[in-house]
């Protein structure tokens, strides 16, 4: 079992469904309360990721993370200055199945490292959505 990070997928009518190697964990009615499950198996949502592409043009050393077809984040390798061969990596979403993001953001040293931060803050900005709706 992969465990550390599980796929949330939508399940036609059904909700959403938590898939590990092609095996269904659980299924809920809806995403927060998937993203709950994956948090509390102290897991990570698997995003999807491709290059960023601007203009028509792909952007070197950087890519766009989404979830259910929708950008919710980043992670770009910074090229100059104190924080050359770095990684940044933020959420920014204004889909409006999700809440608001609180400007989550951070560098890590490698490619690998930002993903696994930016998955593991979103699937934790996701599962606490309750907290923070009024």
């Known amino acids: ?31 927060v309360e998937a993203f709950k499950f994956v948090r509390n198996r102290g897991a990570r949502v698997w995003l999807d990721w491709s290059r960023t592409v601007i203009g028509g043009q792909s ?16 992670i770009s390798k910074n090229q100059w200055g104190s924080l050359s061969g770095t990684w940044s990596w933020s959420i920014s979403t204004s889909d ?3 809440r608001l993001h609180g400007g989550q953001r951070g560098t890590a040293a ?16 996701i599962a606490e959505t309750e907290k923070y709706r009024r």
């Open 96 to 98: 409006p199945r999700f």
């Open 1 to 31: 079992m992969n465990g550390e990070r599980l796929k949330v997928r939508l399940a036609y009518q059904r909700g959403f469904q938590i898939v590990d190697s092609g095996a269904v964990l659980a299924a809920f009615e809806n995403h």
């Open 59 to 74: 952007v070197p050393y950087d890519f766009t993370a989404s979830f259910l077809q929708s950008s919710i984040g980043r």
């Open 110 to 125: 490698t490619r690998d490292e930002a993903v696994f931060q930016l998955e593991r803050e979103f699937t934790r900005f």
